[in-house]
């Protein structure tokens, strides 16, 4: 991709690292040798006090945050049928905090002037003659409309459904501040297509990509399996070439979700990344 400076685009995930609090995250960020972040917001929110001397930190370090994140309340991801019965904004029984949640979340990444903030909508049903689909497009429209006031894009995970399937509920929805983070491990991780194929698919809503790999299920219906970058099955030379082709330029951002070894994994990912790069 020659892109002369790869440190201004690769970040680390911040819940990759499992801190506690800020002087934690910013110790083990500096141990990957990367200065970007893409920073949970739900610890902020929920409980301020051990994230009141980010701000500082990372201005002494020059460490910058690229995005933030949210999750959902109630999610259950022990299996594939499980997260889709309760992922992101899909349950009824969970709308209403999740509600509440979102619009505290774009008021803080609105406070913090950040620009993009992704999160997981939960399970999209790929025919719009289903009763789910509308809910769906209008909760959508309900969470793109409060960051959209905030001055801020809001980001979809790839994940629960084919890049098709994301593309027609995109292009439904019609909002210029929605777009996609492109995580091609979860493609693999939920059996829902080629990475490659999908970066092809979804590449002119794509303002972000998650570095992850995993390996593929071989029991329908069960997960696949995370593992470190470039022992999986995300073909990372053809995915690095899609998005040239597309002149994708945005944040890549490292995540590890699984092991025990999570800073040495990282920075493990970022040479690889960096080798791709150049």
Not at 56 to 64: A, H
Not at 90 to 118: C, F, R, Y
Not at 122 to 142: Q, Y
Not at 182 to 191: E, G, K, Q
Request: net charge negative; hydrophobic share 40%; aromatic share 6%.
């Amino acid at each position: 991709m020659n892109d002369p400076d790869s440190s201004q685009r690769l970040a680390v995930c911040s819940w990759s690292l499992q801190p506690n609090d800020a002087q934690q995250l910013i110790a083990k960020l500096q141990a990957t040798g990367i200065r970007n972040i893409q920073l949970a917001l739900d610890p902020l929110r929920q409980s301020a006090a051990p994230w009141s001397e980010l701000p500082r930190l990372m201005d002494e370090n020059s460490i910058r945050v690229i995005s933030g994140m949210f999750g959902c309340v109630g999610e259950d991801y022990s299996t594939l049928d499980s997260i889709r019965r309760t992922g992101g904004i899909a349950p009824d029984t969970t709308w209403e905090q999740n509600w509440k949640n979102i619009q505290a979340t774009a008021a803080l990444a609105q406070s913090m002037g950040l620009k993009l903030v992704t999160f997981h909508a939960g399970f999209l049903p790929h025919d719009p003659s289903e009763a789910h689909f509308a809910k769906m497009i209008n909760r959508l429209g309900e969470v793109a409309d409060i960051f959209n006031r905030a001055n801020l894009t809001v980001g979809l995970e790839t994940g629960q459904e084919t890049a098709h399937d994301l593309a027609a509920v995109l292009s439904r929805l019609d909002r210029r501040n929605v777009c996609v983070n492109f995580d091609p491990a979860n493609m693999i991780l939920y059996d829902k297509g080629d990475p490659v194929e999908a970066v092809q698919v979804l590449g002119k809503w794509i303002r972000q990509v998650h570095l992850k790999d995993a390996t593929r299920t071989k029991v329908p219906g069960e997960w696949g399996k995370e593992v470190p970058l470039g022992k999986g099955e995300v073909d990372w030379p053809g995915f690095f070439f899609a998005l040239k082709q597309l002149g994708f330029s945005g944040p890549l951002v490292i995540e590890r979700e699984a092991g025990t070894q999570r800073v040495e994994d990282i920075r493990q990912a970022k040479i690889l990344a960096e080798r791709a790069l150049a």
